[in-house]
């Protein structure tokens, strides 16, 4: 029987090889206003598509919002703090001396 390590290799090499696979796919594959023109056309790229559809892949990270893809950021977004902001400020207006202190002399 395969121990636990065994069964996590493979099912993390099938999800390397399936993603790159879906990389490859998707490198190669028209945007999507060209695939809709060409898609009569290629019949090549049907079986990549029928690969892929049984997987649902999550919204694209670029397009959601963090607000939209959780409520742990509602919970948890960052404060508008004027204290930090005050010393933030003066942090910066003394940066250059606590770096490099005068001489003392």
Known sequence: EATYFARRAQRLARERARTAARN??????????????????????APAETDAAPHSDPAPRGRVTP???????????????????????????????????????
């Open 24 to 45: 490859a796919a998707e490198s190669t594959t028209p945007p999507p206003e060209a695939a809709d023109e060409t898609a009569g056309s290629s019949p090549a790229a």
């Open 67 to 105: 607000a939209e893809a959780s409520r742990w950021w509602e919970r948890n977004k960052p404060t508008d703090s004027a204290l930090e902001k005050a010393i933030l400020r003066a942090l910066h207006e003394h940066l250059d001396e606590l770096l490099q202190p005068p001489p003392p002399f």
